[in-house]
Structure formats: C-alpha cells, structure tokens
C-alpha cells in the first residue's frame, strides 16, 4: 500500500484487556446498530483478530439472532484473498459473537475522502472488490449493503468484503427467504439500486453491481451521484471517457442494462484504467503466435506463485482478452497445447500459441471470464447442475483421449467457466505441482 494509506489508518481505543471466549480484548474498533467490533488477540495462535458482538440489548430478539449468526456461517464458507474470513463463533455472557481476522488498515470510505492517495490507487482497490464480489456472486451470496465502509484496505492496499450481515443467499434458483418481512427495505440508502429502495428481497447480483456503480462515481467524481447526474467526463474532462460508460451501465434503473457479472464490471475498469505493453518473446511462443499477438496490453495478474504466473492481457489490434501462461517446470503441457491448438470443442480451452525451452513453458489462452470450478465450490449444486456440468467434463476429456491427450492433473481449478457458464478444460499436461499455494 502506498505510504499515505498507511498513513491514514485509523488506531484503535485502548481499553482495560477483558476476556471474549478464549479470545483476549485489547481495543474497541467500532459500534454499529446492532453490534460491537473488538479488536481482540488469539493467545493459541499469537495473533490479533476482530470479534464482532452482538448488542445486548438485542441478544434476546431471536429474528436479529438468527440474522447474526446466519452472517458468520455465510462468510465462514466463503474462501476468498477479497472477503474478510471469519474463523470462529460463540456465546459469552449471553451474548453472540464471531471472530474474523483483523485487517491493520482502513476502509474505503477513508481512502475515497483523502486526497492524498493517487486515483489509479482507489481503482485498483475496486477492482480487488469486483474479485471478491464475483466470487460471492458465483456461489450464491449477494450481498446487498455494498459501500465504502464495508469494505477494509490494509497497509498492502489489500481490499476485503465485510459485514455480510444482510447478504441474501441464492440456491439455484430458490432465494433464502428473509427472517424480516418481503416488504422492508435493508441497507444504505445512498447505495441501493432503485428495487432493493422497494423491496429487499426482489435483488439479484446487479443490486451490488449499482452500489459499486456509486462507489466508482465517489472515487472519480468526489460526490455521490444524484438524480441526472453528470457522467464522470462532465465533471472532470480529463477522465477517460470509458468511465463515463462504466458508471452509466451501472447505475442503470432497469438492472437487465447492468453488468451482469461482477467480473465484467472488473474487465471494463481493467480496460478504462490501461497497463503497460507486453511483449511475449519470439522463443518463447510460435513465429505464427507471435504475428497473432503483436502487442498486447496487460490489465491484470490473474494468479502468480513462485513456479507460474497468469496474467491477462488485451489484444490491441482486436481488442480481444487472453491469457498468458507462463510456468518454469520444463516442457510440460508444452505438447498438449501445441496439439490442442489445432483442435475445436466447446468444452476445451482454446490455445492460441506455446512455446519455450529446456526451463520453461509459455501458453497463450483463451480468456475464460467465469472463473474456475474451484471458486463455485462454497455452495451446494442440485443433482442436475451437478450432472450438466459432469457431463460437460467427461465431454472434453473424451475428445482429449480420442486425440491420445491425457490431462494427469484434473481438479477444479483447472475447470473453468466462460461468460455462458460452459465448461473448459485447461492445463492439459501441466505439471502436477507446478501452483503448490493451489491446494485445490
């Protein structure tokens, strides 16, 4: 994180150490309406947590008691480097409480107000919340109170989700019905898109598409926007106008003109904010690759281990997405690509280039907007998604094994989605240990 984000990060009021479970108080970081949060030390483990306590005054309301703690089960399922983890839960002195790790830093709402952090900072924090709210979305949770303070910066410019208190959950295509009645409305006023004003529980994933759409406003506008607001360009002529687009498209009235996802939201931000030109060298990919590529601008690192690095880029001839793989384990996956990228199924990733030496490995894919299998798996599948998805599996590896590909490393991260939720296989050949921080 920059050094002005470290700088503004708020401390925490000292108080006389009092004891939550096995959990050892040491400050009070903040008060809502309806619970405490302690800044608080694991004495097992050696280190600091945040515990959120429910009010005493509503420890005996059962429907706010449900609420409480339906909120740690649904962030303790949810697994995710952009969502504050929660890792454990109680009772103490009648009163309810979770423990989540503690994020040293600061919220959002900080960052926005100061004028001292750059603005390619303040994306590049949204852009982090888009991940977290993706993966959310994907496994069924909206959230459905998406602002500036529920989401915490710490002194690496690491951005995380918190207070899930209100998130609607979503299996299949029942919604969990609300402990609080249909018709009353839940969360920030200035946040919420035009149906959760009406209603609650008639939201979809595009209900936290508009409140990132307001947040987005605040960072490049310095106002929330109200009314027919000025689009970003008005206000600043400066801004790239494909922030005027992005703004437009998600504070849309009607939710079916919003993005739909949160990762296409995360890819136009990518695009509007640019990168730096990637060469990928000659020898490190096919002649005929190489001519296809030609230059290419990163917009993000999709996953980077001591072994392997992704990363997406876009095409600037075509203004299409890639990604470029690179591992440093030798040749492996290197035949398979090569002989994949002659074939064509709907449930293959597509190969584009391959190439390297005795080292290492270089691939360029197709973009597989959807994520992985392994990023889904926080939510329970009814039988038939499970078997549509099964059948979609078996149907790439019959056509890999018809072609003598065997894929040697089958698991859900190599199992990816596109934008229409159809399955493709990737990393045919690659070395079995080549992400040894990917334990799924």
């Known amino acids: 994180m920059d050094q002005t984000l470290a700088q503004i990060a708020p401390q925490t009021t000292p108080q006389k150490a009092v004891k939550i479970g096995d959990y050892i108080v040491t400050g009070k970081i903040g008060q809502g309406g309806i619970a405490e949060i302690y800044r608080a030390k694991q004495p097992s483990l050696n280190r600091d947590v945040a515990i959120k306590m429910l009010s005493k005054a509503l420890s005996d309301n059962p429907d706010i008691v449900r609420r409480f703690d339906r909120e740690s089960l649904v ?90 208190g209100i998130a609607q959950i979503v299996s299949g295509e029942k919604k969990e019905i609300d402990t609080t009645g249909s018709d009353m409305v839940m969360g920030t006023v200035a946040y919420m898109s035009p149906e959760q004003k009406i209603s609650s529980r008639d939201v979809d994933q595009t209900t936290d598409i508009y409140g990132m759409g307001v947040i987005i406003y605040e ?6 926007p109200l009314g027919h607001f000025k689009v970003p360009s008005e206000v600043n002529s400066s801004l790239n106008k494909k922030f005027d687009e992005i703004v437009t498209k ?49 917009l993000d690192t999709i996953k980077e281990t001591r072994y392997c690095s992704t990363i997406l880029v876009e095409n600037q001839s075509n203004k299409k997405l890639y990604v470029i793989k690179k591992h440093s384990r030798g040749k ?32 360029i894919a197709e973009y597989a907007s959807g994520g992985s299998l392994a990023d889904r798996l926080a939510r329970k599948y009814d039988w038939e998604d499970a078997l549509r998805m099964a059948v979609q599996i078996a149907s790439g590896l019959d056509i890999a094994h018809k072609n003598n590909v065997v894929h040697g490393n089958l698991r859900p991260s190599n199992i990816l989605f596109d934008s229409d939720d159809c399955i493709k296989l990737t990393d045919f050949g690659m070395p079995a240990h080549y992400n040894e921080n990917e334990g799924k």
Do not use: W
């Not at 931000?269 to 001519?291: K, N, Q, R, W, Y």
């Not at 035949?335 to 270089?362: F, R, V």
């Open 332 to 363: 492996g996956g290197r035949n398979e690509a090569k002989l994949l990228a002659t074939l064509q199924h709907k449930n293959i990733i597509g190969i584009y280039g391959s190439g390297g030496d005795n080292k290492s490995t270089t691939v």
């Open 250 to 298: 998600c504070l849309a009235q009607d939710r079916s003109d919003r993005y739909q996802a949160a990762v296409e939201l995360k890819d136009a931000l990518l695009h509007a904010m640019g990168g730096e030109t990637v060469i990928v060298p000659a020898e490190e990919i096919s002649a005929s690759s190489a001519d296809f590529m030609g230059k290419c601008r990163y």
């Open 75 to 164: 962030t303790a399922h949810l697994n995710h480097p952009n969502i504050v983890h929660v890792i454990d839960k109680g009772i103490a002195g009648g009163r309810y409480y979770f423990v989540m790790e503690y994020v040293d830093g600061t919220s959002l709402r900080q960052v926005i107000d100061s004028d001292k952090i750059p603005l390619k900072t303040k994306l590049e924090a949204v852009v982090q919340v888009c991940k977290g709210l993706d993966y959310a979305h994907k496994n069924g949770v909206v959230h459905r109170d998406i602002k500036p303070a529920n989401i915490l910066i710490d002194r690496q410019g690491h951005a995380m989700i918190t207070d899930f």
């Open 219 to 224: 960072i490049l506008c310095g106002k929330k």
